[in-house]
């Protein structure tokens, strides 16, 4: 049950009529040596993290260590509730969990680096959003999570998700493409569309940079998985009514890392570029620091 890429992966799925996380739970099974139920046992164990993560974060008033970020999901849960959202409902709550899942990780809180603690806020709210909205059951969401781990796993072994090595895009841009995925699979789409709203979800922020205020996991990255959510969304919402994606997956990735690749050492976590370099962006580091 081992695949290299999506290719691989549809292969599998339709050769077996199984669909994604019913392949990745016996690939898990096989790599691991556990059952069936132990290897769902231990992705619940990831699940309670999330939903704990989620939970936390939108009730969080704490600073972070850096002091750039805090309470901004809460603020924008709260106006959610007050007033019109700008998003609608579903939207303000999936962004504002992804934000706020983004604080706990600043406070040195417990959460899912899926695929790294950067990224961290953007597959629990898009998993939990659609949880409330949908009443999907702990064992659905615990699939979606098997099929995510599909697109992270041919990420990884074909690109990479690491900020530092691809830029942003790599990191949330894999979180989105994971979240992405594991809705359309979830909403009962077709392995197919699974991979082709991750191959959207990347061509959306292709090219964008890592650039981390002071070099700390807290500004831009915390928007940026705001934006991780709702390009995953939406890239669900495009596939799910039949939109699909021109270049295919695989291609996509291929892509994704040159593009990663070609940019500038400035642009890939060092904070000696883009808004880590800029007037306030200076000063702030120098605050922090001295
Ligand atoms: S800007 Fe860099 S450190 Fe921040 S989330 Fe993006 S990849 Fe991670």
Redesign the pocket.
Known sequence: MEFKDGKELLELCEKNNKKIYEICIERECFKSNLNKDEVIKKMQVSFNIMKESVEAGLNNDKKSLGGLIGGEGKKILNRSKETKSVCGQLMSKAIASAMGVMEINATMGLVVAAP?A??CGILPASLMTIKEEFDFSDEDIINALFTASAIGLIVTKNATVA?AEG??Q???GTASAMSSAAIVELMGGSPKQALDAAAITFKNIMG?????IAGL?EA??QK??AIGVSNALISAEMVLAGVNSIIPFDEVVEAMYKVGRGLPYELR?TALGGVACTKTGCKITKSIFS
């Open positions: 790294t950067g990224s900020g830029g942003c790599a990191e949330t964008l940079v890592c650039d981390p996991v831009p990255c940026r998985n976590e």
